[in-house]
């Protein structure tokens, strides 16, 4: 997906640029940029591969290379970013999060006459350098912000550094992903996640609403334009892709997770589903708090039966290739023999996808001696594939082992009936599940309910987005 981190400062800021932005490195590992506004030089920029080095190793020279009282980076699992623009507007740099799903249109649409777009591998147009266009379009940046915004099918939440130093940062329409200012005594800085920041002192501001544009200078924070009052906050942030540490709208990523466990288990328990379990214990890394919560809840006791050896390698599901992800999450799990071998285990992860390498794992607790696996999902069935982030796990529908599992069972027909197979009361939700389990040999399955997510964060249900779960926004 991608993050961004930027300040305005009176002093120079790179250092605290530079750990603001290693700080969303759990949010995308293509590649990583800055951008820099010095009085004396100007705007400078540099941009790196992440894909094998991390951030902080690819970077680790940029305060011999780059200097600035302004600057931005982001993380991004899509285009070179941030790009560095010349327009009626003025020079500016700018970085986005999100994803556009109509550039060709959009091109030929509003740009066809005269604009030009370098094409990146495989002829793909650079979202970025999209959006900056079609701000372009408009006499003003807020005016083009609120345009792009208007015509874009999908998501953009953008960070712009203007030639001044002054920092624009607006968020998404309708606030699928945050935006967050900080500040200090000598600046504010502008967040994907408010933690990178109160990490480096800066005390928390608040967090922009829904469509909303701020203009920050060292001294001030100034709105351009106000926020709407319709929200969709990605739901899938507080299950999955939010860092522990990481709080939306209020609401801590890791404290939703433990209320979501127990909402699984109290709906294990009101069900009658009494297995004989020995330890209860969680996919690491993000299954593992919503574990925690199921095991508090059941008075079953927590236990991690592997571990997952990440110094040296990669997040499992970064590769571009499946075979890649498939073979770094088998080297990467460790088992503690003791924990697993002639024992009834339970599992929660925190989504089941694709089933590939969950499947693997289960292989694996057998193999190391497990008496019987049983799996909670922390999410419902994911039935659709996201189309407002990109997501670098971004999945077509018919990868998703549910859709896949619903045509084996009725074909084209039973794509007409998602809504009963995500029910787990249902006929057909019973057998979908029924199914799951003889695929990845598990000894029984549950997912958690869009409700139970629902009251797990806290939000009114009709402020989250909802969509890879029921198609709904």
Not at 167 to 176: Q, T
Not at 278 to 296: E, F, K, L, Q
Request: proline share 4%; aromatic share 10%.
């Amino acid at each position: 997906m991608g993050g961004f981190f930027g300040i305005t400062s009176k002093q120079d800021c790179m250092v605290d640029v530079f750990f603001g932005v290693d700080y969303h490195t759990h949010l995308g590992t293509r590649r990583g940029g800055m951008a820099a506004y010095d009085k004396k030089i100007g705007l400078q920029r540099k941009i790196h591969n992440i894909e094998n080095s991390p951030f902080r190793t690819k970077f680790e020279h940029i305060f011999d290379e780059m200097q600035g009282t302004s600057a931005i980076g982001c993380i991004s699992d899509s285009d070179p970013q941030p790009m560095l623009i010349r327009s009626r507007l003025g020079t500016f740099a700018i970085t986005t999060v999100g994803i556009v799903n109509n550039s060709d249109e959009l091109i030929d649409q509003y740009l066809s006459s005269g604009a030009h777009f370098d094409a990146m591998t495989g002829g793909k147009v650079n979202a970025t350098e999209l959006v900056a266009a079609l701000i372009g379009e408009k006499p003003s940046f807020v005016e083009g912000i609120q345009f792009a915004q208007s015509v874009i099918d999908g998501t953009a939440n953008i960070l712009i550094l203007k030639d001044d130093g002054t920092l624009i940062a607006a968020r998404d329409r309708v606030g699928r992903i945050p935006v967050q200012i900080g500040k200090n005594e000598d600046g504010y800085c502008v967040s994907f996640e408010q933690f990178a920041y109160t990490k480096l002192g800066y005390e928390h501001v608040r967090e922009l609403g829904p469509g909303e544009i701020v203009e920050l200078t060292p001294d001030s924070e100034s709105q351009l334009a106000a926020p709407g009052k319709e929200m969709h906050m990605c739901a899938f942030l507080w299950s999955y892709y939010g860092y522990p540490t990481s709080t939306y709208e209020g609401i801590n990523v890791e404290a939703m997770r433990y209320r979501n466990g127990a909402e699984i288990a109290d709906r294990d328990m009101a069900q009658g589903r009494s297995m004989e379990i020995d330890y209860v214990g969680g996919v690491p890394d993000s299954g593992t708090p919503h574990a925690i919560g199921y095991a508090n809840r059941t008075g079953k006791p927590f236990a991690r039966a592997f571990i997952k050896y990440t110094p040296t390698w990669a997040r499992s599901f970064t590769p571009a290739k499946q075979a890649d992800r498939n073979k770094i999450a088998k080297m990467k799990q460790i088992p503690v023999i003791e924990l697993i071998k002639d024992k009834n285990l339970l599992f929660v992860d925190d989504s089941i996808v694709r089933g590939t390498q969950l499947r693997e794992t289960v292989e694996f607790l057998y193999d190391n001696g497990a008496k019987s696996v049983h799996m909670r999902s922390a999410c419902p069935p994911i039935m659709y594939g996201c189309k407002y982030l990109n997501f670098s796990r971004a999945t077509s529908d018919m990868e998703l082992i549910s859709r896949q599992t619903i045509v084996e069972l009725e074909g084209e027909e039973g794509l007409k009936h998602i809504e009963e197979y995500a029910d787990g009361n249902s006929e057909r939700g019973k057998a979908m599940r029924k199914s799951i389990c003889d695929k990845l040999k598990f000894d029984s399955l549950g997912f958690q309910t869009i409700e139970g997510v629902e009251k797990a964060i806290g939000l009114e249900p009709c402020k989250l987005c909802t969509y890879c779960w029921n198609g709904k926004e």
